[in-house]
């Protein structure tokens, strides 16, 4: 485990106070019996006796609390690292990952495996170093007593050790096969609620409970065998203190009648076994939270063995710009699933630097994937996407991201202001900058609305935005980057018309420079490109500017068409629907 | 997990409201509840006896008789004739050990079913609950909350009865058994051994009360933490795509040590009661050497005494120290009692009519269905108004209009999934509040956009959960062509599907909805017609299909296909929540209206290959 490494100072430190604690607790029981042997024959001496015990003990407690710090500290700082590496590590990790694993699989990682690891930690860093040596430094006293009752009082602790490893390997067998059971449980009750519209249409509910109550049932049954397991260990382990303190009396008290032994000396015994059995029962919980630590470790470094695959690669090339010229040479693309059909086939596309491309198609015909590809949000062979004539896996990461700003479909915002939304990729942007991507981006005058304005508290704890300013947002956040490239995956859907032809127009790659990807479904919104792309399943089908798309006769053709009817439609509507209705209607805003 | 609000609410240990809700669960176990207390003085008479029978054997080995300060252990203490004293107390010993360790086993196995059996019932009760929630609930609580409900919350509330309340409870008996005892044996000596109680019961209150601040400290700042990871992994993707990974880090870096310096303030009060613990019993020894020696001298006190003495103010502080620990799990677990108890609070639907007291129960469902002037909203604008139509029995109709119109929201209320803010539903005349739900829905199948797939096998998703022998089953996957797609699995039926890791096509995926409501065999068929388009070949199915599907049905569709609408007997248009035109394909094409215009938007590129 490399988490152990670090700053060595308060190991050491921590290892001297254990130390010094478990020689100090050596004395306690000296002390004690010093105090014993006064009583019996030299009743004066019992004052200073008592006064030394009062001191040792002083400085018993001292640390103790000393050994309890430091010890409970390291552990809460290897977590610390721990957490930090598991989140920075799933920053370098490439979409397919979050693609593949769910985001409450990998909280869980974060919350319930770091929870165990942390518990173990905690508890068992301190036990496992304390505990031998109590134990060590305890044997050599009794050995200097009496050897052969520390014989009789040490021999049942191995049976003891064996007992909490037989028990605690059955522990973290139940307790995985629990947590297994657990998570099932959840995969049903987010089943029950995502299809809740099915489970009612079609009277599934006694169903559904009726596979719950099996799942639960089940669940019961294994919690319960994990907390069977549990009670009988640490009931059993309760007996220790008993048999040895019985020993005692027989073996050394029989010693004591046989002249061998003085009385006072079993003091020293019953102290140590009074004293030793706190730890010896949390040695035993320690093992027992230690299976479910070691889980929760093996849990975390599937994560953390995950190879990020994008990352520079040796031979990187060293490029200090991207100027934006672009080129796909027989682009293709499938996701890694059996048997399913490659999402991009045979895509070809030159762009020059500064010059806009659009793309239209069908639902699923790969045009997010197109897209995706030049970030290396999606990872493809080499030979396939280039750069500024350069290989995009040879180009270095931090330039291609620095130089690329893409808004993706969803338009994901942060729980935090509007402001710092918008200067996501670039905190140090002043907010000058940040207003004027908002202008650029159409947002400004909404954002001037709230009463906070860019101060705004955005998500669950925030506003709550309409679909159309999160996408401005999210295009406001994408221009203040200033990108050499952007790209646009059907950002636009949300906003209305007029809007969008104002960004467009403000985008404009002939003013800019900028090399510019839109993907969209409005035909509106591609129309001024320097060349259209249209993709059907993965490959495309027709290619030119919109005049030539429109002669064509094609997909493209029809798609205008239908849109054209639709612009008309939307302005008359109204007109229409209230003459079909035969009423007045009232509402008639938000058109055009 | 991620939301602040819920864990600064946090505090409270013990909520008499809380245990009062609890109770209903724990009635049917309140005999465990009473085994378990009966234990309690059992166990406190057993502890008792321990510390005296060393006690007796330094007696023994000083004065050469078994002598006990308590007179009924002294019974118990003194062998039978011809025993050796030492065997016998070694005997004494272990016994009431192995009975100690019967008892305990006991307590906790009563406790775990007790625990166990609890959570078990308010978890089936709670997903109950949950399906008996109206839509409406599901609209704004979030999936994920929902399951830490069931799950997390649930297990929290397990560990209250394992670690919690009646540990508590014993610890605290036993430890006023143990004053009682030595306050018998000699009222001085435990005055003078007790005098150290005082200083550790202020230091505990005080060590208490900055726990409790320090663990509210440290749950706030954990939970702000994974709200701030659980949003970095949702939105990895701008994370990436805008390279703010390093900046991100840092925040996260720092939140986490913030975190981590709440724990180490929490560490400093434990490592303090600890050390403190350990003090006031080393202390406590001392008081007794000092005050015992005195009364040993004077009046003659023996050694065993002092040592019953030293043994049992050890046992006595010894609770304290699992304090914190069961502290922080009461904390947790009634929180999350609360979070529980407070989904308990959504309001269900009202109860659904017992089906066998409808009075048309046994007929089968015609399938004549009335809207009249019906009314509905989600939230503020209204989604519905004042919507009239009839259906007659095994007509077809067809909604079409634009997104957001409405046509959705009918269907869904004819299922009675929303209840109607005004107007009435009829079906056979029959106003559907008055049908039972489960009758209502029974008699209809609604075919949605896409298919949601349950985790079971194949067979399941296409069931459902209905009572239907195989040759029904086998006639519907061939009428809805869903044939090929069982022969492509390796398992047939019996292979296993879910939402997640499907490879279905959106065709096949179609084609398995329209297998699932003809299974059914339903009175009326309410389709909302998938958007997303096939290739030619599937279409071909897709429609072959659906003439199966509706053939003899009441149908209600929500159109996308031409080929449907050219069918059904009559088309309404809909616009912003109001019917605006009917009749059927034709004659509403005459009238060069709403019709006319979205007819040559959504359909007429159809033409080339649906005629």
């Known amino acids: 485990m490399g988490y152990v490494g670090g700053a060595k100072l308060p190991y050491v430190f921590g290892a001297v106070l254990t130390v010094g604690y478990a020689v100090l607790f050596q004395l306690i029981p000296l002390s004690i019996r010093r105090i014993v042997a006064a009583l019996e024959s030299e009743p004066g001496l019992v004052t200073v006796a008592v006064r030394d015990l009062v001191l040792l003990s002083a400085v018993f407690a001292l640390f103790r609390l000393g050994s309890r710090i430091v010890m409970f500290r390291i552990g809460r700082q290897i977590e610390f690292r721990l957490r930090n590496d598991y989140f920075s590590h799933l920053q370098r990790l490439p979409q397919s990952f979050f693609n593949s694993h769910r985001t409450g699989d990998l909280m869980s990682r974060a919350v319930n495996d770091i929870n165990g690891v942390r518990l173990f930690l905690g508890m068992g860093l301190l036990n496992i170093v304390q505990t031998p040596v109590l134990f060590v430094g305890a044997i050599v006293v009794m050995l200097g007593i009496d050897p052969a009752l520390t014989l009789w009082v040490v021999a049942p602790y191995p049976a003891f050790i064996l007992i909490t490893r037989f028990f605690g390997r059955r522990m973290f067998a139940a307790n995985m096969e629990g947590q297994e059971q657990l998570g099932r449980v959840s995969t049903l009750v987010q089943e029950n609620a995502s299809g809740v519209l099915v489970v009612r249409s079609n009277s599934l509910e006694d169903r559904e409970r009726r596979r719950f109550e099996d799942e639960n049932l089940t669940l019961y049954a294994r919690m319960m065998k994990v907390a069977k397991i549990n009670i009988t260990m640490q009931s059993v382990v309760g007996l220790l203190p008993a048999v040895t303190a019985g020993l005692v009396i027989l073996v050394g008290g029989r010693a004591v009648v046989a002249g061998t032994l003085a009385s006072e000396d079993l003091w020293v015994f019953w102290i140590y076994i009074g004293m030793l059995t706190f730890p010896t029962i949390m040695l035993g919980f320690v093992i027992s939270i230690a299976q479910r630590g070691f889980a929760g470790l093996v849990r975390i470094g599937e994560v953390l063995d995950t190879d990020p695959s994008i990352k520079d690669r040796p031979d990187v090339e060293p490029m200090t710009e991207i100027r934006g010229q672009i080129a796909l040479r027989g682009l293709r693309f499938s996701y890694p699933k059996e048997g399913s059909e490659p999402v991009l086939a045979e895509v070809d596309l ?38 500024d004539g350069i290989d995009v896996n040879r180009v270095p990461v931090g330039l291609l991201r620095s130089s690329i700003a893409m808004v993706p479909q969803d338009s994901f915002l942060f729980s935090t202001t509007l402001a710092d939304n918008i200067r996501f990729g670039r905190p140090d942007a002043t907010m000058d900058e940040v207003r004027d991507a908002a202008r650029r981006a159409h947002v400004l005058s909404d954002i001037e609305d709230f009463p906070e304005g860019f101060d705004t508290q955005v998500g669950e704890r925030g506003i709550t935005l309409s679909g159309g300013q999160r996408q401005r947002v999210a295009i406001a956040r994408a221009l203040v980057l200033d990108p050499s490239i952007l790209i646009l995956d059907d950002a636009l859907s949300s906003v209305d018309h007029a809007t969008e032809e104002a960004i467009l127009g403000d985008l404009d790659s002939a003013r800019t420079g900028r090399t510019c990807f839109i993907v969209a479904h409005r035909i509106s919104a591609v129309r001024g490109s320097d060349q259209i792309l249209v993709l059907e399943r993965g490959r495309v089908s027709e290619r030119g500017t919109h005049r030539q798309l429109v002669e064509m006769g094609g997909f493209y053709a029809r798609l205008n068409e239908r849109q054209k009817l639709e612009e008309e439609i939307e302005e008359m509507e109204p007109v229409v629907a209230a003459a079909a209705a035969g009423a007045n209607m009232a509402d008639s805003e938000g058109v055009g | 997990m991620s939301d602040l609000h819920e864990e600064q609410a946090l505090g409270k240990v013990y909520d008499s409201d809380l245990i009062r809700r609890l109770w209903p669960f724990l009635r049917p176990y309140r005999g465990w509840i009473g085994f378990t207390f009966l234990l309690i003085p059992l166990r406190g008479a057993l502890e008792v006896i321990p510390p005296l029978v060393i006690g007796a054997a330094l007696n023994f080995l000083v004065s050469g ?91 929290n509330l397990a560990e209250m009865f394992s670690m919690g309340v009646v540990a508590l409870v014993a610890d605290l008996f036993i430890m006023a058994i143990f004053a009682y005892v030595i306050f018998t044996i000699d009222p001085r000596l435990a005055a003078v051994a007790m005098g150290v109680v005082p200083f550790l019961a202020i230091a ?57 310096d709440s724990w180490y303030r929490s560490i400093n009060y434990d490592a303090l009661l600890f050390s403190s613990v350990d003090l006031a019993t080393n202390l406590t020894r001392a008081l007794i050497f000092w005050y015992g020696a005195r009364l040993m001298g004077a009046e003659g006190m023996s050694i065993g005494t002092v040592y019953v003495f030293t043994d049992y103010m050890g046992r006595f502080f010894r609770p304290l120290m699992d304090l914190s620990a069961r502290y922080s799990v ?9 979070r529980v108890f407070q989904l308990f609070d959504e309001a269900t639907e009202p109860p659904d009519l017992d089906p066998a007291a409808d009075a048309s129960a046994d007929e089968r469902v015609r399938g004549e269905v009335v809207f009249e002037n019906v009314t509905f909203a989600y939230g503020d604008g209204p989604v519905l108004n004042d919507v009239s ?195 059927n394909h034709d004659e509403l094409l005459e009238r060069r209206g709403l019709y006319w215009r979205l007819y040559q938007i959504q359909f007429a590129q159809q033409e080339g290959f649906a005629a």
């Open chain 2, 330 to 338: 009461m904390q947790s677990s009634m929180a999350s009692a609360e």
């Open chain 1, 350 to 387: 030159d762009i020059e630097s500064g010059k806009t491309v659009g793309i239209v198609g069908p639902v699923g015909a790969g045009k997010s994937t197109l897209v995706s590809v030049v970030p290396r949000l999606l990872e493809v062979s080499d030979g396939q996407v280039f750069i």
């Open chain 2, 389 to 583: 139509f009839r259906v007659a029995p095994g007509e077809r109709v067809a909604f079409v209009g634009h997104t957001g119109s409405g046509k959705t929201t009918t269907l869904k209320l004819l299922a009675r999934l929303y209840e109607l803010q005004g107007g009435s539903i009829r079906i056979d005349g029959l106003d559907i509040r008055e049908m039972s739900r489960q009758r209502l829905r029974d008699a209809m199948a609604f075919v949605l956009q896409d298919v949601f797939l349950f985790d079971g096998d194949l067979r399941y998703n296409i069931l459902l959960g209905a009572a239907i022998d195989d040759t029904v089953m086998e006639q519907a996957v061939d009428a809805t062509h869903v044939r090929p797609l069982v022969e492509r699995m390796p398992e047939g039926y019996a292979q296993p599907v879910s939402e997640r890791g499907v490879n279905f096509s959106t065709g096949e995926r179609q084609l398995l909805s329209f297998a699932r409501a003809l299974v059914r065999d339903p009175s009326i068929l309410l389709l909302d017609e998938a958007t997303s388009s096939v290739d030619t070949e599937t279409e071909a199915l897709v429609q072959d299909a659906l003439h199966h599907l509706l053939e003899g049905k009441t149908s209600i569709v929500v159109a996308h296909r031409l080929s449907t609408i050219r069918d059904v007997d009559r088309i309404y248009v809909m616009h912003r929540g109001e019917i605006c035109e009917e009749g």
């Open chain 2, 65 to 155: 008789s078994v002598s006990s300060d308590v007179a009924w252990v002294e019974r118990i203490l003194a062998p039978p004739e011809d025993f050796e004293v030492l065997l016998w107390l070694f005997l004494v010993l272990v016994s009431v050990a192995a009975a100690l360790l019967a008892l305990e086993f006991l307590r906790g196995w009563s406790m775990v079913i007790l625990g166990q059996k609890t959570v078990r019932d308010v978890r089936g009760r709670l997903f109950d609950h949950v399906q008996r929630l109206p839509m409406r609930f599901f609209d704004r609580y979030p999936v994920g909350r929902l399951v830490t409900r069931l799950t997390n919350d649930l297990e």
């Open chain 2, 204 to 260: 505990a209150v005080i060590f208490r009360y900055k726990v409790r601040e320090a663990f509210r400290e440290v749950r706030v700042k954990i939970a702000r933490l994974n709200a701030h990871l659980q949003e970095t992994i949702s939105g990895m993707k701008v994370v990436q795509l805008f390279a703010r990974e390093r900046r991100n880090l840092a925040d996260f870096e720092r939140m986490n040590a913030s975190h981590r």
